[in-house]
């Protein structure tokens, strides 16, 4: 991923944070994927599966998609459906790409609070996975910060936008 020379501070640390969340999802994704082989080929060939393996792979599947989030913001690469935005003049895509954007941080700024929320709930009532008895609550912690990040990503994708229309 190159890094513009005209970033500014704030957007290059927003970058460089999304990139090692998407590191860590991508990490993730390898575990799970080795993890449900070698359990498939244990239960296939031994009759002993591992395990813990759903417990693992649930957890993972949440950590997958709350890390990749910021990084897919900061690429454009959520579903956009923008056929009526680009038939309006570049006054009101501005707007609606605006509009559009701060409802998105919004929305994750209750999803971080409402994590916190959960996961202090699970916490103090000390919910577990079912076979390792792994605690919930640190993964939704976690899902708060990917959260976060994706309000800063989001954030940045606006800057960038106003930016590039100041410049036209």
Not at 14 to 33: E, H, R, Y
Request: hydrophobic share 55%; net charge positive; glycine share 4%.
């Amino acid at each position: 991923m190159s890094i513009r020379e005209d970033t500014s501070f704030f957007e290059k640390s927003v970058q460089l944070l999304s990139t090692l969340f998407n590191l860590f999802a991508s990490v993730s994704l390898i575990t799970m994927i080795l993890l449900t082989c070698l359990d498939v080929s244990m239960r296939y060939f031994f009759s002993r599966p591992i395990a813990g393996t759903y417990d693992l792979v649930s957890l993972m599947g949440a950590v997958i998609a709350a890390f990749a989030m910021p990084y897919t913001m900061l690429k454009k690469g959520h579903v956009a459906v923008d056929l009526v935005v680009r038939k309006l003049s570049p006054g009101k895509q501005l707007v609606v790409e605006t509009v559009t954007h701060v409802v998105g941080i919004l929305l994750f700024i209750v999803m971080v609070w409402q994590c916190v929320i959960l996961a202090s709930d699970m916490k103090d009532a000390g919910e577990v996975t079912p076979t390792l008895l792994l605690p919930f609550y640190p993964i939704v912690y976690f899902m708060s910060l990917c959260f976060f990040m994706l309000c800063l990503a989001t954030l940045v994708n606006l800057l960038n936008i106003w930016r590039k229309r100041g410049k036209s």
